[in-house]
């Protein structure tokens, strides 16, 4: 799987947009981008993930570059329950052998009022 | 509280003991898998169940440590002979097993800690 690379920590606004950058530029054709995020002591969550389009659900955006060698998760209005440790990984979706999440370091999203 | 379950939550144990842990997934999941996180880092995959097959083992899985999934519902995690490097977060996931590309769903996690 590719890996990615994502900026250590960040902070942002309550009530403010959270925009998240996530680089991938290795990322094969076949392969997805999965966004989980880890609030203190809870295991991951999944948020959202794409392979070519933007996605939208009731948690966040998904905005994936034209050469997909680079995406951004938007959380349109951050609060502090969004302080959390944020996973930008890329997967390949197989057939057979679909498993293991690589987490890399995250990025660490602090909200502050 | 139809998630996926984890108990413990939480193991303090002496060093040398031995210590089992259980996962329940999300109802009618086949694919479970196991993950170690140690602090500040991302969690590590372990392992992981297509119902009661064990497909895959990763190399963190020493022989001190064996996954079961009997019946291909919940799960348990054994480590024998506890080191104190084998304190983490220990997370079980759970997924449909009807696509490819699932989506996992996390559980809360079991802490361990080996003093």
């Known amino acids: 799987d590719a890996k990615t690379t994502q900026p250590p920590s960040m902070d942002c606004a309550e009530g403010r947009a959270a925009n998240l950058p996530c680089n991938h530029s290795?990322?094969?054709?076949?392969?997805?981008v999965y966004w989980y995020r880890q609030i203190h002591s809870q295991g991951p969550q999944y948020i959202i993930h794409?392979?070519?389009n933007n996605e939208t659900n009731e948690m966040a955006s998904l905005i994936i570059t034209e050469d997909r060698k680079s995406s951004t998760l938007i959380l349109p209005h951050a609060t502090l329950r969004d302080t959390a440790v944020y996973y930008c990984?890329?997967?390949?979706?197989?057939?057979?052998?679909?498993?293991?999440?690589?987490f890399g370091a995250g990025t660490t999203v602090t909200v502050r009022a | 509280d139809t998630g996926v379950s984890q108990d413990p939550r939480h193991k303090i144990t002496k060093r040398g003991q031995n210590v089992t842990f259980r996962c329940d997934p999300i109802s009618e999941h086949n694919r479970l898998y196991w993950y170690r996180q140690t602090l500040g880092q991302g969690p590590e995959f372990l392992t992981y169940f297509q119902n009661e097959a064990q497909l895959e083992k990763s190399r963190l899985l020493s022989d001190r440590f064996s996954a079961e999934r009997p019946k291909g519902s919940f799960s348990t995690l054994e480590i024998q002979r506890t080191e104190q490097g084998d304190s983490a977060m220990y997370l079980c996931a759970s997924s449909p097993g009807t696509q490819k590309g699932e989506t996992q769903y996390f559980g809360p996690g079991t802490r361990l800690l080996v003093l």
């Open positions: 290795t990322i094969s054709g076949n392969e997805y």
């Open positions: 990984i890329v997967r390949v979706a197989k057939e057979v052998g679909d498993y293991k999440l690589s």
């Open positions: 794409g392979l070519k």
